[in-house]
């Protein structure tokens, strides 16, 4: 974090700062070399508006350094108006929830950013409960379906409705997953380290890997009974009861509306 505190000083006493956090891996136990610095400074709405575009979003590529032949970012500075920082609260998207689970506060000299950060965190448990119940049950019927492309398309090279169902029901999952360890989903880079260190086990997750190599059907069932035996250990009840899950999604008001808040998109 010295080096964050660092680029942060041409920063914090420019007018209008209100704070500046640290998100990504750069806060995280698997950064690498290609790791950048993502560096969010909130801002005076009045300050933002006459802020310059060239001056709301700037970035310095690392010397030396390149991923596929392109250059790698070594650190990021994004403005954010802080009517648009405190709006990010009301978001369904997994984006702006779970990186402040780790984000470093650089700069809040007067404490306005630090809820807002411990608050975008924050996963109700209603919004967890409610959201299993739909990721479990959009990970099933996405591999029914799926197994059903597959046996449509038996005999002939894959074909792009079998890789979206299975990639919808590999995303259902991991979101699933994180939900059942008390967080938000995490970035899909970096999907597999955080579930690591949520404690996901290994076999739970080698098996979700092999949804993108179009599985066969022992393959599926096993998974299914992995992920089963999985939330039984997190202590969860509410996958051995397919009837009631169905009817609160499609009969009630309250499924209805988490659905189409958090359903697949």
Partial sequence: MERARGLIQPYVNKEGVIGIYLLGSATRPYRDRLSDYDIEVIVEDAVYDRTPDEERQVFTFKEGIEAGGRPVVDYEFYLVPWLHFVRLTESTHDLFHQPYQHAVVLHDPDGRITPIIEKLAALPDDVRRNRMKIHYLEFLCRLGRARKAAAREAGTDP?????????????????LLFLAKG?????????EQELRLLGV??????????????????EVES??????GFLDGCGETFHRDMEGIQRWLFFTEEGKRAFERWGIR
């Fill in 183 to 191: 967080s938000w989903a995490s970035v899909r880079h970096w999907s």
């Fill in 201 to 218: 086990p290994d076999d739970v997750l080698v098996q979700a890997a092999r949804l993108y190599g179009a599985p066969d059907a022992d």
């Fill in 159 to 175: 074909t792009i409705n079998r890789a979206l169902l299975f990639g919808d029901a590999l995303s259902a999952l991991v979101k």
């Fill in 223 to 228: 998974l299914v009974e992995a992920v089963r």
